[in-house]
């Protein structure tokens, strides 16, 4: 099994920026490798939405509310990603969740959730 712990989350005000970080770790002894990584974000009373993602490889993908905004990036050699966020809007409040595809040498494959970390976005 894999786990993933976020950090970066806050309050910020609007066009203001915040960074975002995840990182993936395995239990004592393991060996696994991680494929894509990503974020999703979910406001009350909405449904969970991608936010981005990135392949192991670089290829990036992004929601549509978030394009030109939001960089992805990851380190391969930490397992972590990162969600660099600009020009914050008040809609872009809500819970932050990273996740990551990942397959063990036994092989055992999965995809893990964080369990997210809040982006409040206000005046």
């Known amino acids: 099994q894999v786990q993933l712990v976020e950090s970066g989350g806050g309050r910020v005000q609007p066009g203001g920026s915040l960074k975002l970080s995840c990182a993936a770790s395995?239990?004592?002894?393991?060996?696994?490798?991680?494929?894509?990584m990503g974020w999703y974000r979910q406001a009350p009373m909405k449904q969970r939405e991608l936010v981005a993602e990135i392949t192991s490889g670089g290829s990036t993908q992004y929601g549509y509310s978030v394009k030109g905004r939001f960089t992805i990036s990851r380190d391969n050699a930490k397992n972590t990603v990162y969600l660099q966020m600009n020009n914050l809007k008040p809609e872009d409040t809500a819970v932050y969740l990273c996740?990551?595809?990942?397959?063990?040498?036994?092989?055992?494959?999965?995809?893990?959730w964080g369990q997210g970390t809040q982006v409040t976005v206000s005046p």
């Open positions: 996740n990551a595809d990942w397959v063990t040498v036994v092989p055992e494959a999965g995809r893990s």
């Open positions: 395995g239990t004592p002894g393991s060996k696994f490798r991680v494929n894509s």
